[in-house]
């Protein structure tokens, strides 16, 4: 077994090193002209006493800072449970992600001499990546003098779990027991704890005998309910986790009033302890908590108990199509096909019969992804009924529904004529059909920290107050609206944002006669759910790999969208807005998926990124399912689709925040819209979104 590793580095190369009693592959992002790597093997654990300015410089990227890395890869499986970094140069790394290929990763901390000496619990490997996430403003690369990763690790250092005993520190006031005396997952707080009024920085600490892998924070807020008319949009509190090993990261919202809960996830780092900071956002609110939960690395945070009724739809049964008529022209509009039977949405079991328009004469046959048979790996798109419009433009097509999907599907009918007749496609939920998951593609490792199934109802209203999510894009002033739909609030009743069968559907339908205020002269409603609420409380993750399993809609101007922000963008307190977008989905070419990273600052784009994947979709994103997700790193993005990696992007703005995902259907995106083939009407159904640090 290899009880130890000596990093050596070769610009735009790979060197093979004898480390012990074994070769390991080493690689790096970069080297500059003049690294010596085999120096690492001349300072085997440098005393961190040595000074900066005494230290050999062993290696040094090549005109990068964060986001640059150095990998090693071991002939076999090796078991590590100690990690000791040497910075160099006069500009030492600040922190660093430690990614192992099996077992997730770990934020390091250097001091202010660019030293890390760390134990965590050990874990087997094949291969560790240490990328730097954040360095100095002045720096222009980075530098190292060694890097040790071995099994020298005393495992009584890591033993017991944060949900063990804590001691409670308080800065002021009394009772600092109140920080941990209810439970989250059943929906109790216990007592509150209030820091005195002279205390103007106060603060709680959790901390324990021992360092834990933590991953997450859980926060409920003052019981009192703070409001500012001049900022009606603010949080009460907002603050910093400080940790022990001398990482922090943001808390960018903490609500008051009714309990909701701040859910902050981040990379596991081993820390004896956290100390939740505390400042007011509002200058009336009251610095009072009345819950800290932390959690260890594997185990994911509970949700408040639903206390709502919540929003579900049920799929109406689809009318008899026997009779249905077309209309009196001689086809759909612009002589494209339209639907006429059954609405869009509706419930089909077996034998499903459908009446489109089309021009006289017109052949169409009609497509649907069919899930795999036994001895097949996947499904495929198959033909499933076809024929010919009469003289009257009527179009009836029978098939039977008992063989495709569960659950929501779609049918492509496409027509066999020459010329511009867009395929047409009918959106339903079967009844019957066989049943199609999938679990996702987490990195290996990683904690699941936010896993939303729709299995309930949905627990939204507009800014968030008292329930799970917003159903807005949170921004500074409040609700903000984009596109050409306006974003529906789940109390007028519309139904455009709702569970159905286990899925979110988000619904685009025309505004008719509802009395929705429009403030661009929409002419439809749509939807969008956002894991922060309004003032930046909710669900947030620093690091993290996103993900969402949904069926988009086709249609001209459909914009169906599963994307992120940095948490600071929902304050007032936010120079930079940051914005990484897993997908975007534009209905006039299922086969198109795109994905990008976006930065504004003061309204004007400070970046603007965007990568089109054409026809790389395995399949037609309206017709079969796709997972879409993200992970968030030190200076870039990583971009899947169904588990596979298509696509980098670098320059990140405000990595190391916390990043809220949201979920939406919107129109337009830069495309003119035209759904009067299906009514006006659109479904975007989502079966699961999870996220994992």
């Known amino acids: 077994m290899v009880l130890f590793v000596l990093l050596t580095l070769v610009a735009g190369s790979t060197a093979f ?113 240490l990328t730097f996430a954040e360095v100095p403003q002045e720096a222009t690369s980075v530098a190292l003098t060694s890097l040790v990763l071995d099994g020298s690790g005393d495992p009584r250092a890591t033993d017991g779990e944060a949900t063990d005993s804590a001691e409670v520190t308080i800065s002021s006031g009394a009772d600092p027991g109140a920080l941990v005396d209810g439970d989250i997952g059943s929906g109790e707080v216990g007592g509150e704890w209030e820091a005195l009024p002279d205390d103007l920085a106060p603060w709680g600490e959790l901390s324990w005998e021992g360092a834990r892998e933590l991953s997450s924070v859980q926060i409920v807020g003052p019981s009192a309910r703070a409001f500012d008319p001049t900022s009606s949009a603010s949080a009460a509190l907002h603050g910093r986790l400080v940790f022990d090993d001398g990482s922090s990261v943001l808390v960018s919202g903490i609500s008051s009033g009714e309990p909701q809960v701040t859910t902050i996830a981040f990379t596991p780092r081993m820390a004896s302890s956290v100390r939740l900071v505390l400042e007011k956002t509002i200058d009336q609110a009251e610095f009072a908590i009345r819950e800290i939960a932390v959690h260890e690395a594997g185990t994911t945070p509970p949700v408040w108990p639903q206390q709502e009724q919540g929003h579900v739809v049920a799929a109406p049964e689809a009318d008899d199509c026997g009779t249905a008529a077309a209309p009196p022209s001689a086809g759909g509009p612009d002589g494209q096909l339209a639907l006429v039977c059954p609405a869009p949405g509706a419930a089909i079991d077996g034998e499903t019969s459908v009446v489109l328009h089309a021009p006289a004469g017109t052949a169409v046959t009609a497509t649907a992804w069919r899930p795999a048979t036994p001895g097949s790996r996947s499904g495929s798109i198959e033909p499933i009924a076809s024929g010919t419009a009469d003289a009257a433009g009527r179009l009836p097509l029978t098939f039977d529904a008992s063989s495709l999907q569960h659950g929501p599907f779609a049918v492509r009918m496409t027509a066999e004529v020459q010329g511009d007749v867009r395929p047409l496609y009918v959106q339903l939920v079967n009844r019957g059909g066989e049943q199609v998951t999938s679990e996702g593609s987490s990195p290996p490792g990683m904690t699941l920290q936010w896993a939303e199934d729709f299995s309930t109802p949905l627990s939204a209203t507009q800014t968030g107050a008292g329930a799970r999510y917003a159903a807005t894009k949170p921004a500074p002033w409040g609700p903000s609206e984009f596109g050409d739909a306006v974003f529906a609030d789940p109390a007028d009743g519309s139904e455009n944002l709702a569970t159905l069968d286990g899925h979110l559907r988000v619904r685009v339908d025309p505004i008719g006669n509802r009395d929705i205020r429009t403030p661009y002269d929409q002419q439809h409603v749509g939807g969008i759910l956002s894991s922060a609420r309004v003032g930046g409380s909710g669900f947030a993750a620093q690091y993290g790999y996103f993900e969402a399993r949904m069926l988009g809609p086709a249609g001209l101007g459909t914009w169906p969208a599963f994307w992120m922000l940095d ?49 790389g979709i395995r399949g037609d994103w309206a017709l079969s399912w796709h997972t879409y997700g993200v992970r968030i790193m030190p200076g870039e993005a990583v971009f899947t689709v169904d588990g596979r990696e298509v696509h980098r992007m670098v320059g990140v703005v405000n990595d190391a925040h916390p990043y809220f995902w949201m979920v939406d259907l919107a129109l337009g995106g830069g495309w003119p819209v035209d759904l009067s083939s299906t009514t006006g009407v659109a479904d975007l159904y989502v079966d699961w979104v999870r996220v994992w640090t």
Do not use: M
């Open 17 to 129: 090193l004898l480390a012990r009693a074994a070769d390991v592959q080493v690689s790096a992002s970069s080297s500059a002209a003049g690294s010596e790597p085999a120096a690492l093997l001349d300072h085997d654990k440098l005393d961190a006493a040595v000074p900066l300015s005494d230290r050999p410089v062993s290696w040094r990227s090549d005109d990068e800072t964060t986001g640059a890395w150095v990998e090693l890869d071991w002939p076999e499986p090796t078991t590590v449970d100690h990690v000791e970094v040497r910075a160099a140069g006069r500009a030492p790394f600040k922190n660093a992600v430690l990614t192992f290929d099996r077992g997730g990763s770990l934020l390091l901390t250097a001091d202010e001499d660019g030293n890390v000496g760390l134990d965590f619990p050990a874990r087997q490997v094949s291969s560790a990546r």
């Open 567 to 615: 948490s600071e963008s929902a304050t007032n307190r936010g120079e930079v807005t940051s914005e990484v977008d897993a997908v975007e989905l534009y209905g006039r070419n299922t086969a198109s998926s795109c994905h990008a990273i976006h930065a504004w600052t003061d309204g004007e784009d400070a970046l603007d990124e965007q990568f089109c994947l054409e026809d």
